[in-house]
């Protein structure tokens, strides 16, 4: 007799499963994220955003009436499985896919999308995701080959230097902007007197700083994630370095301001995205980000709140849900955000799928982020 | 030179994080053959048991009282009498695999209930840096130090001048001889779980105002905390000591002068080279085995 | 005798479910293909590890990693036009001669120190997946790995490859299981049941220790050589320390030393994501309660508690019998 009550309970935990609403006039975006692994952070953030934009479109109706039904799928930080998701998401004949936001899984993602004819609006920066000649691929933030030059121009020119130090992380994201940047340094006759490549997760910077310091660069060039951005600045500071620290968003966040301290006061960064913007519709985002979920979004957040905007603003240029014309869409398109305030910042996409967006240089002064330039669009 | 120094003592300052975490991973193994696969997210653990409680308005040392408590009862007696006791007489690979699992759902966990993102943590030592020969420390990191021998000392006088401590030593050796000469040797083994629940939580509120607290803080101290008690001496408790303060100054060395992109080879080199050529690691004793 | 009956219901089970495995390919689409294609791949993988720790009583940590040199060199010689089987070749030549070197100075420390052994290269092997960019790709790893070509049949259809690997799969248990049955087989168990014995009785231990290792080493090589195609990118963080635990898990789960175990474990480990899926947020939560309970219950895996299911029942039976026989024997 015991053991039935056991089987009662499988029965009725199967039975609880929550469904998956599904109603004939809805918008299905089915978003692939890393929910789990190293990426995890990465992917929670993008799916936080999304679900935020989904809550705002469906409370004023949806796009064009129709409500959106967003449904996040894990790839464990995987490739293999977020293949596999992709495989079944297509199955089930999505209007839209999202994500990744690991540039490695994107490459594995894209050519089904492609071949389903269906519209990816993905987080990965990866320089070569959108080189592939994908007409279905479509970024939410600047790839490293848009961002990277604006930076090295800004190091050569602005700050004169004739040596730089480079210190990133050695995964996909830092490793491709190390590779970018380093063309973009020797395109201006910057010369890189150290290459130094750090792990993900480290905590310990201070051999790190210490090169840095032996080798007496111009300018320092960092890119790490947020917290060890924090760990590396304050090192840097015990290790006396003076020279100018540059970097991106990642560089000075909010969060590493709060991290570092007085370290970071000083540091330079490009920055596409980033709720610490001169722009009151971002400031307004953090402000309803931080109320639904209580933390402050970082870029990630961001790009996933893009990608359904993006969606809404090309469905309501189509005048119709027709899934087959979003990517045609997509390209080519202006949105502005005095008429669609969703996508916080005018955008343009381009024919392959790279965005035009205008893009700021901040300084870290007393504990807060200024902005000292905007660096406009390129076609305005 | 400036510069080895400098590394010298932030390879010190690591080292003794991962002597702390060591030093619970060799007391669960000696006294009861106990792998913990999950000894990493046992550190991660207690600091959000704090943060938690500071987010309730409580203050930071009665928050600390909170998270020494918690981690008393969940990863120390639940964690004995819920996992390891049903499983410890089927064999040590059972278990290990069973704290593998342990340690993603800690991770899980805090990741879905608590949040994904790092949170800061505050420290009672202040942020600010000591200028010692001419180079930096910070004062984090000394309290570190500091809190790191201290407990490994009071822990080996407990274990070796008390009676029972000798007692658990005793136990640790031959249980079955123990029991025979009247020892609680159950009891005896609760106290090392709970000993070592009470340094992860010590080691947790040094940690993470350096790591800050985030769910993922686990996975590499607790691959550090193996290697530094692994190199150490996996039967001494002085082992875990000089395999974590080692560990810390090979990596910083390492990473400065051999290379940076293999940095993490380095420490897993030394681990091969010493138990190739000392087995029983630096500091430890040949085991007695049992035919 | 209550012994046959339960022989030939293993027998009409196994013959039942390698008919569904045969049939069932052709009513899923492509991402239930994908799933069997990994079922048989990680399963591959998992009996060699099987071979090494539940027959031969050695912990490896490197599982994954030999997975990788696998999946490595297979992608590395077929995106420079070189066929699959010789891919294949190089897999397992290479894994198990590195399973050899990296097993030979290990044992001759001490019995389970290989673990550490496998550590090390496990973690080293990343790092030069990741950091040799000029054979591996690097961070970026090796794209577009083409699928094999049998007898002019292009195995690109997810159909097809799936029928593929399967197949890979039957060959690597056949052949495992003709070693086990073998005479090195039973030097294996002995091995495990009492090394100090088996080396009295003249079993150069050593050598056998490290004949396991390498051969299951070397399967999992193979399972490496058919991943790369499956998922057509290998990348330095599929290959992780993550992979080794997740094989191991595998194996134990299932059911260690038991032929049959790395298959339920594997697929156990496939298809968790997708069978609790309904709980979305909290099914690795769920997921590591699961195993640990499972282990709790009994941590000889799913078979060791069918076994003592089965052995309880038998016992059962007999002490029944007994009963039954007392009177006419005359017992009081």
């Not at chain 1, 309803?288 to 469905?315: C, E, Q, S, W």
């Not at chain 2, 500091?146 to 822990?155: D, E, H, I, K, M």
Request: proline share 4%; charged share 15%.
């Amino acid at each position: 007799m015991g053991r039935g009550w056991i089987w009662l309970c499988l029965l009725g935990g199967w039975a609880a499963q929550p469904q998956a609403a599904r109603a004939a006039d809805t918008i299905n975006l089915i978003d692939l994220a890393e929910l789990s692994g190293s990426g995890a952070t990465v992917g929670t953030n993008f799916k936080n955003g999304a679900d935020l934009a989904v809550d705002e479109i469906n409370a004023k109706g949806g796009i064009l009436g129709a409500k959106i039904v967003i449904t996040h799928w894990d790839t464990q930080s995987n490739a293999g499985v977020a293949k596999a998701l992709a495989e079944k998401a297509l199955d089930a004949q999505p209007y839209a896919l999202l994500g990744p936001g690991y540039s490695g899984s994107v490459k594995v993602v894209a050519p089904l999308a492609a071949d389903a004819g269906v519209a990816e609006i993905m987080g990965g920066e990866a320089a070569d995701l959108t080189r592939a000649g994908n007409k279905f691929l479509f970024r939410t933030s600047f790839g490293q080959q848009s961002s990277m030059p604006k930076i090295a121009r800004y190091i050569a020119d602005n700050l004169k230097a004739k040596t730089a130090a480079i210190v990133y992380v050695n995964n996909d994201f830092g490793k491709g902007g190390n590779d970018s940047i380093v063309k973009e340094f020797d395109k201006r006759g910057v010369k890189v007197l150290l290459d130094d490549s750090t792990e993900a997760g480290q905590a310990d910077f201070s051999a790190d700083a210490l090169k840095v310091k032996a080798a007496n660069p111009d300018v320092v060039f960092i890119y790490l994630n947020e917290e060890e951005s924090a760990r590396m600045l304050k090192e840097l500071r015990k290790a006396d370095v003076t020279k100018p620290l540059v970097g991106e968003t990642t560089l000075i966040g909010q969060k590493v301001i709060e991290l570092a301290g007085d370290a970071a006061n000083g540091a330079i960064g490009h920055v596409g995205l980033t709720t610490d913007a001169p722009v009151p519709a971002l400031k307004a985002y953090r402000d309803r980000f931080f109320a639904k979920y209580n933390y402050v979004p970082d870029h990630n957040g961001i790009k996933g709140y893009l990608a359904v905007y993006m969606i809404k603003a090309a469905t309501e240029k189509m005048g119709k849900i027709d899934p087959k014309g979003l990517p045609d869409a997509l390209h080519g398109l202006s949105i502005s955000a005095a008429k669609e305030p969703g996508i916080l910042l005018d955008v343009t996409i381009d024919g392959n799928g790279d965005l035009d967006r205008e893009s700021f240089i901040g300084k870290v002064v007393d504990g807060k982020q200024v902005i000292t330039e905007v660096l406009p669009k390129l076609n305005p | 030179m400036a510069n080895f120094v400098a590394l010298l003592i932030a390879g010190l300052a690591t080292g003794a994080l991962y002597a702390l975490v060591a030093v619970g991973f060799t007391l669960m193994w000696q006294t009861s053959q106990t792998i913990n696969f999950a000894q990493g997210e046992f550190v991660m653990l207690p600091a959000f048991f704090m943060l938690a409680a500071m987010n309730h308005g409580a203050p930071y040392w009665v928050a600390l009282a909170i998270g020494v408590g918690l981690s008393l009862a969940i990863l120390g007696l639940a964690f004995k009498r819920l996992l390891v006791d049903p499983m410890l007489r089927h064999g040590v690979l059972p278990l290990a695999i069973a704290t593998m699992a342990l340690s993603s759902f800690l991770k899980e966990s805090v990741k879905t209930f608590y949040s994904a993102e790092a949170s800061p943590f505050p420290s009672p030592a202040p942020s600010s840096d000591l200028r010692v020969l001419g180079v930096a420390v910070s004062w984090q990191s000394l309290a570190v130090l500091v809190a790191a021998l201290s407990a490994v000392t009071l822990l080996q006088l407990g274990l070796s001048r008390t009676r029972i401590g000798r007692q658990m030593q005793a136990a640790a050796q031959n249980p079955t001889v123990a029991q025979i000469l009247g020892l609680p040797v159950e009891r005896l083994i609760l106290y090392a779980f709970l000993l070592n629940a009470a340094l992860v939580a010590l080691a947790s509120a040094l940690v993470s105002p350096i790591y800050l607290a985030k769910f993922s803080n686990g996975e590499t101290l607790g691959q550090a905390a193996f290697i530094a008690a692994i190199v150490g001496g996996f039967n001494q408790v002085r082992g875990a000591v000089v395999g974590g303060l080692l560990l810390g100054v090979v990596e910083n060395l390492g990473a400065a002068y051999i290379s940076d992109a293999y940095r993490d080879a380095i420490p897993l080199f030394v681990l091969v080279v010493v138990i190739l050529f000392r087995p029983n690691g630096l500091v430890g004793r040949a085991e007695e085995r049992t035919v | 005798m209550t012994g046959a009956a339960p022989g030939r219901i293993a027998i009409a089970a196994g013959l039942a479910v390698a008919a569904a495995l045969i049939v069932a390919p052709l009513f899923l689409r492509r991402y239930g293909l994908y799933l069997v294609s990994d079922w048989a791949v990680m399963t591959i993988a998992a009996m060699g590890l099987n071979l090494t720790l539940g027959y031969a009583g050695q912990v490896s940590l490197a599982q994954g990693a030999f997975v990788g040199v696998g999946a490595y060199s297979a992608a590395i010689l077929t995106t420079h036009g070189w066929p699959f089987a010789t891919a294949m070749a190089l897999a397992l030549a290479l894994s198990f001669a590195v399973g050899w070197a990296l097993g030979y100075p290990a044992l001759r420390v001490r019995h389970h120190y290989l673990a550490f052994v496998t550590l090390a290269f496990s973690t080293l092997a990343f790092l030069v997946f990741r950091n040799e960019a000029w054979l591996t790709g690097g961070v970026e790893g090796i794209d577009g790995v083409p699928r094999p070509s049998l007898f002019g049949w292009s195995m690109r259809p997810p159909l097809a490859y799936a029928y593929f690997c399967l197949a890979a799969l039957a060959l690597a248990a056949a052949a495992t299981a003709w070693l086990i049955r073998s005479p090195w087989g039973r030097a294996f168990l002995a091995l495990r049941e009492n090394p100090l014995r088996a080396q009295s009785l003249g079993v150069d231990t050593r050598r056998y220790t490290l004949l396991a290792f390498a051969i299951g080493s070397a399967l999992g090589g193979a399972a490496g050589a058919l991943y790369a195609p499956l998922v057509g990118l290998v990348e330095p963080p599929a290959f992780t320390l993550a992979l080794s635990l997740n094989l191991l898990m595998m194996v134990i789960v299932g059911g260690s030393g038991y032929f049959l175990g790395p298959f339920l474990g594997a697929l156990i480990a496939v298809m968790a994501p997708e069978w609790l899926r309904a709980w979305e947020n909290y099914y690795l939560i769920l997921y590591a309660a699961l195993v640990m309970g499972l282990l709790v219950i009994s941590p000889t895996g799913i078979l060791g508690l069918v076994d003592r299911y089965a052995l309880h029942r038998m016992a059962a039976e007999a002490s029944a019998a007994r009963t039954a026989l007392k009177p006419s024997i005359g017992e009081s």
